[in-house]
């Protein structure tokens, strides 16, 4: 089977687990998007339902001051994904995401991630498993950052 969609997302987490016919019914969820040079994916503060995982491009993980000042914590580049929380909690944005430059991707969406989970048990396990995996390497970098600021 020759899905270039596939042979690019297989090197994340949320997809690694899954062969190439589990990953087909997964791509039956997944929805292209494009944004623009400083185009908003989403904004801090608001209820998320999908994530998303970047194909070409680059974001800006972005906070604001409290004076309203944007700074940029962050930035997600190509293969790296975006908004994984929003499919396991119904808690709000922890940041803003903008487009650092002209960017492609593809989102999945809650309702989505969970139709996958009750109709395709053991693709939903797989897709757990690796959504866990990438919330603990953002926990993990985000402790190393905090190190790191603590001890400067």
Known sequence: MDNPLFEYLKNSPIFSRLDPYMFQVVENSLHFKQLS???????????????????IGELSVIKYSPSGAEIKVGEIRAG???????????????????????????TLSRADFERLLSDYPRIGVEMLRGLAIILSLNLRRTSEHLTRAVNA
């Open 37 to 55: 040079p400083q185009e908003v994916l989403f904004t801090e503060g608001e209820h998320g339902d999908f994530m998303a995982f970047l194909l």
């Open 80 to 106: 790296e994904s975006t908004g994984e929380m929003a499919l396991l909690d119904l808690l709000t944005r922890s940041a803003t995401i903008k487009a650092a430059s002209l960017c492609a991707l593809v």
